[in-house]
């Protein structure tokens, strides 16, 4: 389905620039065609091994290479750290091979290497030998920054069942529907009555997504001002760590929270605890089946349209804006494809991990805008973000 609307797409070049335009197009395509030519060539690889210019570059991409070939082994080291509590160990100072191999009950010679290979990716780090001391292993710049992310920690356990379904990743390229182990933990990705699904379907990844949201409030709360709004509705909103995040900064917002019945329960619950209950109200429902609730002049769908597919985004995206007052917003945050300075690894992650689920896609800014509009949204703009690095957030104005 084409998103870009009609109305918005550009007039025709006139004829001259075309032509220069196509010429253009040609040249390029030509070039790379012989560039795609010479590459394929042994003895140009080993040439360009060779020549003192191009020996930095092709040392570079044959490092790449191997780290692609190899670089489930990064995961699962971490995997292994993560679920022997490695890093706990070490948070009161650094211990010795013999000290760690037996509070793991692990032999030392199996330890060893794992120790070996957490060095090597910073996780850990060697201490010594000092003068009388043996060498001993203390946190990692990394090791140290997993330790004190809840939410990082939670989906390196949770990647066991990601990397589950990519065992045979061409299998599952070929598998469609819910037979697969990420689309059963994310039950209404693939649900006909989501609304139906119980506290056991849902508390998984509600559990999941309150301990990583943390990390994206803090983003999404430096992007945009929302002491300018009196009523925060955030759809999709989980067991409402966000709202909760945005309540401690905003002591006047009051807050609706719309999640399906179970994941709505939770939340009501959580507000109920950190004693937000007389400012919040959480509606139990479909934000597609079911009416939007009314009044709020902010509106977010945080870590939601990525995982619809487009047809289901842009009947949310109508229902919404005809819903919405004139002078209410929209925020969108969410991981968004082709983000510069991000990590590189989003793109290969997201495309991957959305078709495990078995629905949604992640987006370029550039689509998510078009799709508003199309959605009759009259604005529609990338917000400015200091490091872009969970989600990017979109501001639209009906
Ligand atoms: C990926 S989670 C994001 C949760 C939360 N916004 C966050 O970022 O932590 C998507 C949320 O959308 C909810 N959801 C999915 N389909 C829904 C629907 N049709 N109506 C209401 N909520 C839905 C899920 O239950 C889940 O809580």
Same mark, same amino acid.
């Given at each position: 389905m084409s998103v870009v609307p009609e109305h918005v797409k550009p007039l025709p070049d006139p004829p001259v620039l075309n032509t220069q335009l196509g010429l253009l197009a040609a040249l390029k395509a030509r070039f790379l065609q012989w560039r795609d030519g010479l590459l394929l060539q042994r003895r140009f690889q080993q040439w360009a091994l060779a020549f003192p210019l191009t020996r930095p570059l092709a040392r570079r991409y044959a490092v790449r290479l191997f780290d692609l070939c190899a670089g489930f082994i990064y995961s699962q080291v971490l995997l292994a750290a993560v679920r022997l509590d490695l890093f706990e160990m070490l948070s009161d100072g650094p211990l010795s091979l013999a000290e760690l191999s037996k509070r793991l009950r692990l032999g030392s010679d199996a330890l060893e290497r794992l120790l070996q290979a957490a060095v090597a990716l910073d996780l850990l780090e060697r201490r010594g030998p000092h003068a009388g001391l043996q060498t001993r292993y203390g946190l990692g710049m990394l090791g140290a920054s997993v330790l004190t992310s809840p939410g990082v920690k939670a989906m390196i356990q949770h990647h066991a069942l990601f990397y589950h379904d990519m065992a045979d990743p061409v299998a599952l390229l070929k598998r469609r529907g819910s037979d697969r182990a990420m689309a059963s933990y994310w039950a209404?990705?693939?649900?006909?009555?989501?609304?139906?699904? &119980?506290d056991v379907a849902v508390g998984e990844y509600s559990a999941l997504m309150a301990a990583s949201q943390p990390m994206v409030a803090e983003e999404i709360l430096s992007s945009y001002?929302?002491?300018? &709004?009196?009523h925060l509705l955030d759809l999709g909103?989980?067991?409402?760590v966000f709202l909760a995040q945005v309540a401690a900064r905003h002591p006047r917002l009051q807050l609706t929270l719309m999640d399906l019945p179970a994941v709505a329960k939770r939340a009501a619950l959580r507000f109920e605890q950190l004693g937000l209950s007389a400012r919040s109200q959480c509606v139990a429902g479909s934000f597609l089946s079911d009416p939007i609730p009314k009044g709020a002049d902010l509106i977010s769908l945080v870590r939601?349209? &990525?995982? &619809?597919d487009d047809e289901f985004v842009m009947r949310l995206l109508r229902k919404l804006h005809q819903s919405m007052s004139a002078g209410a917003r929209l925020l969108i945050a969410e991981p968004m494809v082709?983000?510069?300075?991000?990590?590189?690894?989003a793109d290969a992650y997201f495309a991957m991990y959305l078709w495990a689920m078995g629905s949604g896609r992640a987006r370029r800014p550039e689509e998510l805008i078009s799709m508003l509009k199309l959605a009759g949204f009259r604005k529609a703009r990338l917000l400015r973000q200091a490091m872009p690095l969970q989600v990017r957030v979109i501001l639209a104005e009906p």
């Open positions: 209404y990705a693939t649900s006909e009555n989501p609304s139906e699904l &119980h001002n929302f002491a300018q &709004h009196q909103g989980g067991e409402g939601v349209a &990525h995982d &619809h082709q983000t510069k300075g991000a990590m590189p690894v």
